[in-house]
């Protein structure tokens, strides 16, 4: 497995949180667990993708994010003392997480101040990443935030070839990421189609032109 965020540590740091955890598997659209379960383990993603949702006030699920090898998700809940989990997380495909105990991960915090302040760490680049999000959302037109996360989600797809790059995501759910209506998500996408930058397909979008979807995302 490629240890992604673990590259961070030390090599005996790296070898000791994989050793604390136990390896998952889950199959696509099947939950790795619900917002309000109680909360016990993290989860580090080794292989496939997730979506992280939450309910709203009017009762629907919405996406916050598309994790993938490499991330964390769950740790959220070693903060709160109810413990308590804040999202669902759903398998987008078949995914497999090595999960840590929050035991065994006090554990190794306690044992290895590098591994402390790697979490300390990446929950600072989390409070960042959430910061950036409200103020694209006070201050960038719907439209771009579209291009901007199609572009956000090409990166966390690219399978490293020269085709297109295909996100398995309905236009319902890139709107939901970028914060816009599905009307609005719609418009955007068929310009770009028009372009020749994607391509709609049956519950996903095919990108064409990773440059210039990159271009239109900076300008």
Do not use: K, W
Not at 157 to 185: F, K, M, N, W
């Amino acid at each position: 497995m490629d240890p992604g965020l673990l590259a961070a540590l030390p090599e005996a740091s790296r070898r000791a949180v994989l050793a604390a955890s136990v390896r998952r598997r889950y199959a696509r659209g099947e939950v790795v667990f619900h917002e309000g379960d109680l909360a016990e383990t993290v989860h580090l993603v080794a292989e496939g993708r997730a979506a992280v949702r939450r309910g709203t006030p009017a009762g629907d699920t919405v996406i916050l994010a598309v994790v993938g090898p490499g991330e964390l998700v769950g740790e959220m809940a070693m903060l709160s003392s109810e413990a308590r989990r804040t999202t669902t997380v759903v398998a987008l495909e078949p995914t497999v997480t090595m999960t840590i105990a929050f035991g065994e991960l006090d554990r190794l915090r306690r044992d290895d101040a590098a591994v402390d302040r790697f979490l300390l760490e990446l929950l600072a680049h989390r409070v960042r990443r959430l910061s950036d999000h409200l103020l694209e959302a006070l201050h960038v037109p719907v439209e771009h935030r579209v291009v901007r996360r199609l572009d956000a989600l090409c990166r966390a797809y690219d399978g490293g070839t020269h085709g297109p790059t295909l996100l398995p995501l309905t236009q319902s759910e890139i709107g939901e990421l970028a914060g816009a209506s599905r009307p609005v998500t719609n418009r955007v996408l068929r310009r770009l189609e028009d372009d020749g930058v994607v391509e709609l397909r049956r519950g996903a979008v095919a990108v064409l032109d990773r440059a210039a979807l990159a271009r239109r995302a900076r300008g």
